[in-house]
């Protein structure tokens, strides 16, 4: 066992003692610092302002007035600042003032109600006659603009049917218009367009009916609540945003630990054979405790990472006040699945290090190990919704995908019964015994095999001879 | 007294495949011997020695390592050094003796210290706080024969000891082994050049295809083999060697430049062969040589018929898809 351990303190002094480890565990945590801050901001760049004409064919004569008043610059920077404060409502305090949009008082804030200001888009209603046809009036959003407004072209021609208003004898449906676009016009502007058509239709038709719209509009609007989560530390804002976040962070969390070491330890091997290192290591210590020590070092490497991101996580929960979201419980599982995920994969990983004499050959034998580490982000999404479906209960047996499964599951709203859990743990378990197994014959004959590299069926004829 | 037996290999048999490296084989190392292991490319020797660290393990037959059945429990009293040899290259050299000292269990306050006086004993004084892939590959040799030997074994198995070093480092490591034989240390190494065997070691085995050919101690074998050659250089170098060959006693003679080569009739006094050669023709040189360790296997190759399916010398060992390992081949 000392030599085991000798074995694994090199390797994981060899491997986190690096300039390249240091820098690269904390470049992820600095990237994803820097794009909070610099995306708001970057998002919060003044748009284009766009100018131009829209053309309205519109034979009720009453939709086009209504169009011409919701367009206008001063009404659409105020429904763009309101958008912008209830978003201001919605973000966590911590992160309004991280990226400087707090208040209106922020600097960023400053600059956004200013962009909103100047930068929107300037449209011009023209009414069309109806002695030009639809046809003819097209053809203006193919052309370049008339030398007489060349920073003004037509943008979008809007065709109100004739029933938009007022319902044909009969019919149960109002009608409605058609909207032609010019190519590649922002679509900030054709949602514009069409909010501003279905308000001003909807006026018209309020008015044909001889109703109130002010009344209507107060009796159909019902103000939209935050909820509050009450926990046994008090009562908070309950964050949608978090709560979905957290269960695909520890699920991401594991997976990047156990594939980072797995890496290391892939490399590491390939390394030392490649090195002819590895003859002078087996007069020393066995295949086995060379093995076990390199694992056991990684699993170090790994557990490291992990303890640093949790961490890492759990200041920045605290930042946003939300660190009750995070059961205590569900940091002890993700250390027992990441053992058992990293022993499973790891032990897989040694072996084809062990059996290639380069990093290139590797790279066909890792294919189940990457088949297991897609399976947890394509089945993300089917397993959050529903954690206890027949899929997410079926999968969570099966090792080692089942660790990635049940860290989903228990970081759910509902989370799986302790006897699942228990049962993962025992096929992980099972797993990692499997694992081993296969490793520890395969590792023993790689290790001095030089030459033409082995398939994956030459690895399972050494574990099954070995 | 008996001495007690450093090694012993019992009927010891390993194939790869349809290949028999190792075929049978037998042999008793003594304590405190000194012994070389020789043979051609691919004659056997890096597996024979594989299966004695317990690297590999043998299809068939039993073996003993100081005193144990399998190399694994007496690692830590064991010094080797491979064929294929290499270091950890981003490791500062110090670090990676001293690593290599404490797997084998030997730690302690001294290690330190004397890792420094080995490393200036082999000139390399001053190189322990640099990367060793910063070392020419010479000394990187050296500091990897510093780690056999490091943890003072008490076996020191020496796989082609010599390959790649010039002949200064090729002296230097000769005066190390038998420093360390002189120590008390049973020395095993191979080697596929002869020479190196005939200078270093009191005892050879020679393994051709698999097969011991050859297990005796060096003296015996020349004993064995008396001289029957002699080496002759006339003084004119114009002189005709046909005249020799008529000389009683002389069986044949080769020419080979400047050197004649005359093969003794069997029966003949080589004392009175080289007095009736000098009187023939004067002599620049005339020397009665022994048959070269390289003679001696080429006698004993010739003698033996072609039977096995072993490899040939020269020839590559099991290639790399069979079942176990093949021999290692840079």
């Known amino acids: ?79 763009r600042r309101q958008a912008f404060e209830r978003m201001q409502e919605a973000m966590p305090p911590a992160l309004r003032t991280a990226s400087g949009m707090g208040g209106r008082g922020g600097s960023a804030g400053r600059k956004v109600a200013g962009s909103l200001a100047g930068a929107v888009p ?25 030398q007489e407004r060349p920073a003004r072209p037509d943008l979008a021609l ?59 509009e107060a009796l159909t609007t019902v103000g939209r609540v935050k909820s509050r989560t009450v926990t046994a530390q008090g009562e908070g804002r309950t964050n949608e945003v978090l709560n979905r976040l957290i269960p695909m962070a520890l699920m991401a969390l594991l997976l990047m630990s156990v594939l980072t070491s797995g890496q290391y330890l892939l490399t590491t091997t390939v390394e030392e054979k490649t090195n002819r290192v590895v003859e002078v290591l087996l007069s020393a210590v066995s295949p086995m405790e060379l093995m076990a020590g390199k694992i056991l070092g990684q699993f170090a490497v790994g557990l490291l990472m992990l303890a640093l991101y949790l961490g890492l996580g759990l200041i920045a929960l605290l930042t946003f006040a939300s660190l009750g979201l995070l059961d205590p419980a569900l940091i002890l599982f993700l250390a027992v699945f990441y053992l058992l995920a990293y022993f499973s994969l790891g032990a897989f990983m040694a072996a084809i290090g062990s059996a290639v004499n380069e990093m290139r050959e590797a790279q066909g034998l890792m294919m189940p190990v ?34 990635f499964v049940i860290m989903l599951r228990l970081a759910s709203s509902t989370p799986p019964p302790l006897w699942q859990t228990l049962l993962a743990i025992a096929a992980g378990a099972a797993g990692v015994w499997a694992s081993l197994w296969f490793a520890a014959r395969v590792f023993r004959i790689g290790l001095l095999m030089y030459g033409k590299p082995p398939s994956l069926a030459t690895l399972v004829r050494w574990a099954r001879s070995g | 007294m008996t001495v007690p037996d450093a090694i012993v290999l019992r009927g010891l048999r390993k194939t790869f495949g349809e290949t028999v490296a190792v075929r049978d084989l037998d042999l008793v190392v003594p304590e405190g ?84 006086q080995w490393l200036e004993r082999i000139d390399l004084g001053g190189v322990e706080h640099k990367r060793c892939e910063e070392l020419s590959k010479g000394m990187q040799q050296k500091v990897q024969f510093l ?83 002699v080496v002759f250089e006339p003084l004119d170098p114009a002189a005709a060697a046909e005249a020799l060959a008529r000389v009683p006693g002389v069986a044949r003679v080769s ?69 176990g390992p093949a021999e290692a081949r840079p």
């Open chain 1, 370 to 403: 990457m088949f297991v580490v897609m399976i947890p982000w394509l089945l993300w999404l089917p397993i959050s919704r529903d954690p206890n479906s027949l899929l997410a209960v079926a999968l969570t047996f099966v090792p080692p995908l089942g660790s």
């Open chain 1, 122 to 146: 300037r449209l011009e209603i023209v009414t069309i006659g109806a002695g030009i046809g639809v046809e003819q009036a097209k053809q203006a959003l193919t052309a370049a603009a008339p």
């Open chain 2, 33 to 116: 011997a000194l012994y070389g292991v020789i043979g051609p490319n691919g004659a056997g020797k890096t597996t024979t020695i594989r299966m004695i660290l317990s690297i590999l393990l043998p299809d068939r037959g039993a073996l003993s390592v100081l005193g144990r059945p399998s190399a694994l429990e007496a690692k830590d009293r064991i010094g080797y050094l491979p064929e294929e040899r290499g270091l950890y290259k981003r490791m500062r050299v110090g670090q990676f003796l001293a690593y290599m000292a404490r797997l084998k269990s030997a730690d302690g306050p001294g290690l330190q210290a004397r890792i420094r």
């Open chain 2, 147 to 229: 780690a056999a030997i490091v943890h003072r074994p008490a076996l020191l198995v020496l796989d082609e000891p010599f390959a790649g070093l010039d002949p200064v480092n090729q002296r230097l490591l000769r005066e190390l082994v038998t420093e360390e034989h002189r120590r008390g240390v049973t020395v095993l190494f191979s080697t596929h050049i002869m020479a190196h065997a005939e200078q270093l070691c009191d005892h050879v085995v020679m393994i051709h295809r698999g097969e011991k050919v050859l297990d005796d101690r060096l003296s015996d074998i020349r004993a064995r083999h008396v001289p029957r050659t």
């Open chain 1, 1 to 79: 066992m000392k030599k085991v351990l000798r074995v694994a303190k090199r390797e994981f002094v060899a491997t986190a003692g690096t300039k390249a480890f240091i820098l690269g565990i904390l470049v992820l945590p600095l990237v994803i610092g820097v794009l909070m801050l610099v995306i708001p901001r970057m998002a919060m760049e003044d748009p284009p302002a766009i100018e131009g004409r829209v053309a309205v064919i519109d034979p009720t004569g009453r939709v086009a007035a209504g169009l011409s008043a919701y367009l206008e610059p001063a009404r659409i920077a105020q429904r």
């Open chain 1, 158 to 216: 809007v065709v109100v049917h004739q029933d938009a208003v007022q319902r044909q004898p009969g019919a149960d449906r109002f009608g409605t218009y058609d909207l032609f676009v010019r190519a590649k016009l922002d679509d900030r502007v054709i949602e514009e367009i069409q909010d501003g058509m279905r308000d001003s239709i909807v006026g018209a038709r309020l008015s044909q009916a001889g109703l109130d719209r002010t009344q209507i």
């Open chain 2, 255 to 323: 020419v080979t430049g400047r050197t004649w080569e005359l093969a003794l009739a069997p029966d003949a006094a080589p004392a009175s062969v080289i007095q009736r050669v000098a009187a023939a023709i004067p002599p620049a040189r005339v020397e009665l040589t022994r048959p070269s360790l390289e003679d001696v296997f080429f006698r004993i190759v010739s003698a033996r018929p072609a039977e096995h399916g072993g490899a040939a010398p020269g020839a590559g060992a099991a290639g790399g898809s069979g079942a």
